[in-house]
């Protein structure tokens, strides 16, 4: 493989994994410049994910992350060889056959593509495979989960480089310092922008005051700072809102918002998390505490969670909910929710969703929806009461600052 194609299979074949392989794209200016049209498509390599096998033809069908499809077309000279997430070269590939090469690998097809980009007679296919791929996810998932933050830019300090961070439980707020040194790995989600690992790269100017951020790194023993090796901004847009139509065939949802009386149209795209919050009386049975009520339930046991909150039953990875000082930490809560399909929500279901901002007010593109948010709710306005907070006369108004979970995990 000479240099060129193995750079831009560095760029793109390892961009898609996550968060810790994401500056490697930074290391390779050139490998855009090589690229037309569809960027996974060079004139000699299609980068993508398999779709269909046929062995007796003995062709791939790959698909592009930009939606493209190319058949490869293989041969008895084809070479196949095997790499692990995040590798940058061919020096720890294995041999493997053609009958090693599965539906849903991301490959990269080398051979030298058609004009009309259809088709490209493969000498040699580069593999990760589905489920090296979905490891390397969930541990990237899991580091996130023990050594992550989320919050919201409560302030920028361009001069000393830092921003002030509030963090959010159900407890309360704590505002945390992030210093964001040269060295650090910043990253912004685009307008109407849904995946974690497609967040682009980024500056301190772009970052806004009110922007989500979540980052990984070390918290300071104190808790009021946070030294960084990764940032990911973006600005959110979170609405609660009643279902009034569900269309599965073009994958919209029209809601009615639940704090401004509006209608809007919710657009469910594959990569969006579809999740269900269990009812009060679930919610009972789940904590052993009412709907609002502060603290773990009796006798729960305890251990450190990321951003020195406590975790319950089930520790940083399991399917408890953490709690922090004293109160059940939401984001973590909705992270572990359990997942759903665009089929099972109905007319009048209670939603919240999170998109990033787009050119349209009227349309989100969803990142994160959570259905049976009139509990959800419910909870924020007693824990609000609890507090001592003032009262929202709606319990949709302040949703935003309320609930973060616009940038989800890898």
């Known amino acids: 493989m000479n240099r060129k194609n193995l750079v831009i299979f560095a760029v793109l074949l390892t961009a898609t994994i996550g968060p810790l392989v994401l500056a490697q794209t930074t290391a390779t200016p050139g490998a855009t410049q090589q690229q037309t049209g569809d960027p996974n498509i060079t004139p000699n390599a299609v980068i993508g994910e398999v779709k269909a096998i046929d062995a007796n033809a003995k062709q791939m069908t790959v698909k592009t992350d930009a939606g493209s499809v190319v058949t490869a077309v293989l041969s008895d000279a084809t070479s196949y060889l095997r790499v692990a997430p995040g590798e940058t070269s061919l020096a720890n590939a294995a041999k493997i056959t053609f009958a090693e090469v599965g539906e849903g690998d991301r490959v990269m097809a080398r051979g030298k593509v058609s004009d009309d980009k259809k088709t490209v007679p493969t000498r040699a296919v580069i593999v990760m495979t589905k489920a090296d791929i979905a490891k390397k996810q969930e541990a990237e998932r899991a580091e996130w989960r023990r050594r992550g933050i989320l919050g919201v830019i409560a302030a920028i300090n361009p001069t000393n480089k830092e921003i002030t961070v509030t963090t959010r439980s159900m407890a309360g707020t704590q505002p945390v310092i992030i210093p964001v040194a040269e060295k650090v790995d910043l990253r912004r989600y685009a307008p109407d922008s849904i995946k974690f690992g497609d967040a682009k790269v980024s500056t301190l100017d772009e970052f806004k005051v009110g922007d989500q951020v979540r980052a990984l790194g070390e918290r300071s023993t104190d808790g009021t700072r946070f030294t960084a090796e990764k940032i990911v901004t973006g600005s959110f847009r979170t609405v609660a809102g009643t279902v009034s139509a569900v ?34 009386s679930e919610m009972t049975m789940m904590t052993g505490a009412r709907p609002g009520a502060g603290g773990p339930p009796s006798g729960a046991a305890t251990q450190p969670a990321a951003g020195g909150g406590q975790a319950g039953p089930g520790g940083p990875g399991g399917a408890g909910m953490r709690t922090g000082g004293g109160g059940f930490n939401i984001q973590d ?41 009139d509990t959800l709710l419910n909870m924020m306005a007693a824990r609000q009461q609890q507090t001592g907070g003032p009262s929202a006369p709606n319990p949709a108004a302040g949703l935003g600052s309320g609930i973060q979970f616009g940038i989800g995990l890898p």
């Open 333 to 373: 809560m909705l992270e572990r929710l359990p997942t759903i399909a665009l089929a099972d929500l109905k007319v009048g279901d209670t939603i919240v969703v999170s998109s990033t901002k787009g050119a349209d007010p009227t349309r989100l593109t969803a990142i994160a929806l959570v259905s049976g948010a």
């Open 247 to 280: 269309d599965p065939t073009t994958g919209e949802i029209k809601i009615t918002d639940l704090e401004k009386k509006q209608p809007l149209t919710i657009v469910i795209k594959q990569d969006a998390v579809l999740r269900k919050f269990p009812a009060a």
